[in-house]
């Protein structure tokens, strides 16, 4: 697969119907109604707020591959890379590739697993409980949902698909963790078992591919074992699960960067997955050579800025995220203060020669709202901390 050629065709036929962050039921149920007849779509149930939640199936071959997304509500870049592959799919099915693909495997997708968090821009359901917490319980209807999905199909692999906060980085000087994955533990002594090897070589094959287009962007999470996350016990039932972070790429708050490096994702572990039977011997050296998941990033540093009463100091600034009248809002928070020699900024500037001319007008306090900085020189653009009406 020549994956520079597969980007090319993603920029310029990624679905136009979905951008942004904020992707509701009322957003992807047109594409549901409207998807080819290679799709079969399916209702599975209902939310706690009575949201439909569907399955979209393609494909005839025996290896059943099963992936879900927006589990946690307000992730939901892989749900529009999941439309983005159906769309390719049913442009590109004359291809030698993928009527292969068809011909090998049977996929199922869950495009929308939290309708409710999804409207409500929140990573919990309408219950407030965290799905990805809920494996044991099974306390929730869409926790119910995703396990009589998974006991019926019985999957040879499973897609964990979810998004990452924009504080997390990786390698030294951190760089931002772009896209993250896990072959999760599927016990507390996170022993390497065959199907976490399993995993740990899709996930191989996926940086390789990535490492050409975000060199040093990619990242590994903490595999500390946690029997309630739907990973950790899909694999102690011994189905390799690949957990996907879409994370930050600088300056794309709507998360439009990391849809498409999910796009290609897709593609290459499906390639992985019909070519993983001429492998005889799985190494994890690859997977534990990608960099570990780091929280040491900041959306904006400010170094060395002069403030009433604390002195010299440095400021962190976090966009706290928030629906208002329908509408996402991003709000810069100040979440720091002190010194940040640790971390980075995917903003930063230092006001080492500066001075402050609103400096009154800001309470310099963990939480505070900090629309506008005022110095006595002008500021680069890049400094704007205006980041609200994002779609
Ligand atoms: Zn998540």
């Known amino acids: 697969m020549n994956y520079s050629f597969l980007k090319t065709w993603h920029d310029s036929h990624k679905v136009d119907a979905l951008y942004g962050r904020y992707i509701t039921i009322n957003k992807i149920q047109p594409l549901l109604d409207n998807l080819p007849s290679l799709f079969k779509v399916a209702l599975l149930g209902y939310s706690v707020e009575n949201r439909p939640i569907d399955k979209v199936t393609f494909g005839s071959g025996a290896i059943q591959v099963l992936g879900w997304s927006q589990m946690h509500g307000n992730e939901s870049t892989t749900t529009k890379a999941l439309f983005d592959l159906f769309k390719y799919i049913d442009d590109y099915k004359e291809t030698e590739f993928v009527s292969t693909l068809l011909a090998m495997c049977t996929f199922t997708f869950?495009?929308?697993?939290?309708?409710?968090?999804?409207?409500?821009?929140?990573?919990?359901n309408a219950n407030k409980v965290d799905l990805n917490r809920d494996a044991q319980d099974l306390s929730q209807p869409e926790s119910l949902i995703l396990k009589e999905l998974y006991t019926n199909i019985k999957p040879d692999y499973c897609l964990n698909l979810h998004g990452q906060r924009t504080i997390f980085g990786v390698g030294k000087p951190a760089k931002s963790a772009i896209i993250s994955f896990l072959s999760p533990s599927q016990d507390e002594l996170r022993t390497v078992t065959q199907s976490r090897k399993i995993g740990m070589h899709l996930i191989a094959d996926m940086n390789e591919m990535l490492q050409e287009f975000i060199p040093g962007c990619v990242g590994r999470y903490d595999d500390g074992f946690n029997i309630n996350c739907?990973?950790?016990?899909?694999?102690?039932?011994?189905?390799?699960?690949?957990?996907f972070e879409a994370g930050h790429f600088p300056g794309d708050y709507d998360r439009e960067e990391s849809r498409t490096l999910i796009f290609l994702s897709l593609i290459r572990i499906f390639e992985s997955v019909t070519m993983l039977k001429m492998h005889k011997n799985l190494s994890s050296n690859s997977y534990f050579s990608i960099p570990e998941n780091q929280k040491c990033f900041f959306d904006y540093i400010i170094r060395s800025i002069k403030l009433p009463q604390l002195g010299t100091t440095d400021?962190?600034?976090?966009?706290?995220?928030?629906?208002?009248?329908g509408i996402l809002n991003f709000i810069p928070k100040i979440n720091q203060i002190g010194d940040l020699k640790g971390f980075t900024g995917h903003v930063e500037y230092d006001f080492k020669d500066l001075d402050l001319l609103n400096a009154d007008q800001i309470s310099w306090e963990i939480g505070a709202i900090i629309e506008e900085i005022q110095t006595n020189k002008e500021l680069p653009t890049t400094f704007s901390l205006k980041r609200n009406n994002l779609l």
């Open 110 to 124: 869950v495009p929308m697993l939290n309708p409710d968090g999804a409207e409500a821009y929140t990573r919990i």
């Open 230 to 243: 739907v990973g950790d016990t899909l694999q102690q039932n011994n189905i390799p699960t690949v957990l």
């Open 315 to 325: 400021v962190a600034i976090q966009f706290e995220e928030s629906l208002i009248n």
